[in-house]
């Protein structure tokens, strides 16, 4: 029996079809732990979530911003749902479009587990955050996403402001909260987002630091499997275990072994991309060992 945490898939079927074979899952014995980010830009979304959904009771995937903005685009009239990439419509407009995205809106924004002594978000933490308030804070918005509130909360989840608080209340916590668990890379010590630095440690404007490198952060009892942050390829250190290694952007789908006593990871080759891929290029792949 075994635990993978595996990096955002961004609708790459095929690797991630790849990734399954080379860790040998077998869902009778195996767990599954997706860092988010399972649609968009891949070009196979549609098959991605179905891969997904279908090992629903073998595995945990936290929601990343692009499956929340997948969940609001599925809200919207369908004119306004056919403007958006063909990737994406090909969920929006797929006869059991309805049971993925039920689904998909009840997955959480943290998962934790003491036994394995892992955490599990796309993003990152606020620097002030313990496991305890994180979980707190992540119970608040997965409650409005399950419940009746469900689509105001996606309808008003959009926007840079305002930066976390705890008195924030109402529509300004929710998208506070879920900026931080989301979209988080830079931040300062106060815990403001940079929302628009995305290249790789080094690049940031002073004052500026890699959410899990905040001077003063929070002391957190376990350990933390993460993606979304591309440029920052394969990065394990601080107790951060880094995944998104840039599939969709031809680079690799990574995945590594939560159960093991050895430091375990398995790679294939991401999806084919044209000559000049989108912007921001990954970096080639870094790691910098975790001492526990």
Partial sequence: MSTWAI?????????????LERIRFDPAVDRLWFCGDLVNRGGQSL?????????RAHCVTVLGNHDLSLLAIGERRPE?????????????????????????????????D??????????????????????????????????????KLLKNMYGDRPEWSPKLAGSDRDRA?????????FCTPRGRIAFDEKGPPGTQQPGLYPWYEVPGHAARDLRIVCGHWSALGLFIGHGVHALDTGAVWGGKLTALQLDSEELRIVQVPGRDVPASPPQPRPRPVAMAMHKR
């Fill in 80 to 112: 306004e749902q056919r403007r958006v990439n063909p990737d994406l419509q090909r969920v929006l407009f797929a006869p059991d479009s309805g049971e993925l995205l039920a689904w998909l809106r009840k997955q959480p924004l943290l998962h934790a």
């Fill in 177 to 185: 909260i879920i900026n931080v668990f989301t979209r988080l890379r």
């Fill in 47 to 55: 098959e991605t979530l179905r891969l997904v959904h279908s090992l």
């Fill in 114 to 151: 003491r036994t394995l002594g892992w955490m599990m978000v796309h993003a990152g933490l606020a620097p002030k955050w313990t496991t305890t308030l994180a979980e707190k804070h992540a119970r608040e918005v997965e409650q409005k996403l399950c419940g009746d509130g469900y689509r």
């Fill in 7 to 19: 990096g955002d898939l961004q609708g790459c079927y095929a690797p991630t079809q790849r990734l």
